[in-house]
């Protein structure tokens, strides 16, 4: 029997291909010929009963479809297009550019994906005289694409989403992911029904705090609940838990590692997890340096300026953090006030501010605010200083740009990564640690989802703790003060919390640096496992989710301001 005795007509296939695609009839008479056509002219592969329709116009200069795939007619296909394997383009489709459907798509008739995209910086000239850019389309595995979406260059459609009809895409959709509207947002995570992506108008902590948590983020709270006294012990120094633990087995002993260990047992509720606290209290205590009030390492030493801008993320001026912090865990704190800091004057401390090396080194010069405002809080806290950090905050709110709300400058080799990286220190030390408002959040927000976008150094590569963290937080505190995209920021941050969640190592924490980091520290360990397990309850908390989770983060990561903390001893 052929098509024709099947009551199958031409009009019908080429507008609904899937009839000769999967019918029993065999191939479609003329299709042969027709895809010999394609080969000779444009080089085209097609894999076994593909269909391409006569109706279809075919002007592309690369063209591969895969076995069982369909083009309709109507749709019109230029420059450059690859098909995997049971996909379908149903009538009137457009694709330009460089577009690539992976295997199972479905793409409804009239969308339209313009892989390219036109210029138009240069006042001077008509746009239509400008060039072109193309960063391509990506179309993910098992993706349904519904009736007049549009999708622009540079997106990427991850695997197993549903665009729904109408939508404007203009940025990448996490995988599962139900989105729609112009531009089109994530209304909800196909693995949870449950859980729609809707903006909250509730505080953190409120009603929408509550409700229920994505399955991932359930089952990964089971295990660390389960598992994070085997991390402990497996970095327990020599005699068992107690000071002496160490980042990682076989690594130095450093002074953050134990403190990185009594803030994931205080984290979890029990801080005594790590040993007796009189102990740890006495060696911690013990670091401080009786005259400067700071926290060097044994083997390290002080200089002579110990106020010195210093680039080593361990020195003893992040021991005021690590110590410092670690011992209002234990319920105490440090035994001397920070004297190097508290001596500076006015005059002093703005001079020291302004030689700050912010526009090529943001990252140390944010940390180095970071130290002098923890240690304000120290001696505030502990040893009744009644001194401010008006100064400061004066100092940081005139020297913000206005444009980007960081402080510092983007570089030809690593963008916007110190600027915000040292935006992120500071904030921390100053405008979180003290309870006050974010200046130019907006303006933040938007770089901050510049820089987590640049794939040179948070998508692609890059991905530590650090790097991450220094984008989880400012995203999570500017969320706590205005709506400025919402939906986009709560769609970055539910990314990271889904691929975060699949890195922990079972009895063994979290290494500093995501899988296949090149450069970065791999082996799970302490430092790791703390900042990994605060990325993830920011993460959780912005979108509602943190309720009820086995950790809260303690010490350097706490969420908390610093006078909404129970008194010091």
Same mark, same amino acid.
């Given at each position: ?101 992976? /295997? ?37 595995? /098992? ?235 120290? /001696? ?12 400061? =905050? ?6 913000? /740009? ?76 500017? =969320? ?90």
């Amino acid at each position: 029997m052929e098509f024709g005795d099947a009551g199958i007509d031409g009009l019908r296939v080429e507008m609904e291909p899937w009839h000769a695609v999967w019918s029993d009839h065999g191939p479609w008479p003329g299709q042969a010929a027709r895809q010999q056509d394609l080969a000779d002219r444009l080089g085209a592969t097609f894999g076994e009963r593909s269909f391409v329709a006569e109706g279809a116009h075919v002007v592309a200069d690369e063209l591969h479809l895969g076995a069982r795939s369909y083009i309709a007619a109507g749709c019109l296909i230029r420059e450059r297009l690859t098909v995997g394997d049971d996909s379908s383009l149903n009538p009137y489709v457009v694709t330009a550019g460089t577009v690539r459907i992976g /295997d199972g798509v479905r793409i409804a008739s009239h969308v339209a994906l313009y892989g390219f995209n036109h210029t138009f910086d240069d006042l001077g000239v008509p746009i239509w005289m400008q060039p072109h850019t193309e960063q391509g389309i990506v179309v993910e595995d /098992d993706v349904w694409i519904g009736t007049h979406v549009v999708v622009c260059d540079g997106v990427t459609i991850g695997a197993h989403s549903v665009v729904a009809a109408g939508a404007v895409v203009t940025r990448d959709v996490p995988p599962w992911s139900v989105v729609g509207g112009v531009p089109a947002r994530v209304l909800r995570d196909r693995r949870d029904p449950r859980l729609p992506r809707e903006p909250s108008t509730e505080p953190s902590g409120g009603p929408a705090a509550a409700r229920a948590r994505r399955p991932a983020l359930e089952r990964f709270d089971e295990r660390v609940a389960a598992q994070w006294r085997d991390v402990l012990d497996r970095c327990a120094g020599v005699g068992g838990p107690g000071p002496g633990h160490l980042d990682r087995p076989g690594a130095a002993p450093t002074v953050r590692s134990g403190c990185d260990a009594v803030e994931i047992a205080g984290a979890f509720g029990d801080p005594g997890a790590v040993g007796r606290a009189e102990v740890w209290i006495d060696h911690l205590r013990a670091l401080q340096d009786p005259v400067t009030g700071l926290f060097p390492d044994p083997a390290d030493g002080l200089p002579d300026d110990p106020l010195e801008l210093r680039v080593d993320v361990d020195s003893h001026q992040y021991g005021v953090l690590a110590v410092g912090y670690a011992l209002e865990v234990l319920g105490s704190g440090p035994a001397h006030p920070v004297r190097a800091v508290g001596a500076l004057t006015e005059e002093d401390l703005l001079q020291r501010l302004d030689a700050l090396p912010w526009r090529d080194l943001a990252w140390p010069a944010g940390s180095w605010v970071d130290f002098v405002a923890t240690a304000v809080h120290l /001696d505030r806290r502990h040893h009744g200083s009644t001194r401010g950090i008006e100064t400061l =905050l004066g100092w940081l709110q005139t020297r913000q /740009d206005r444009r980007s709300g960081v402080w510092g400058r983007p570089d030809d080799t690593s963008g916007w990564l110190l600027p915000v990286n040292g935006t992120y220190r500071l904030v921390r030390g100053t405008y979180a640690q003290f309870g006050e408002p974010l200046p130019r959040p907006e303006e933040l927000v938007d770089t901050i989802i510049a820089h987590a976008r640049e794939h040179r150094w948070f998508v692609d590569r890059g991905r530590t703790a650090c790097n991450v963290l220094d984008v989880v937080h400012p995203l999570w505190l500017a =969320l706590r003060q205005v709506d400025h995209r919402r939906d986009e920021v709560r769609d970055r941050l539910a990314a990271v919390l889904e691929e975060a969640l699949g890195w922990w190592v079972d009895g063994a924490g979290f290494a500093f640096a995501g899988p296949g980091e090149a450069g970065g520290n791999d082996t799970p360990g302490l430092q790791g496992t703390e900042m990994w397990l605060s990325i993830v309850w920011l993460a959780a908390d912005a979108l509602g989710e943190s309720d009820g989770l086995s950790w809260r983060p303690r010490g350097v990561h706490r969420p908390e301001p610093a006078d909404s903390l129970a008194p010091g001893p």
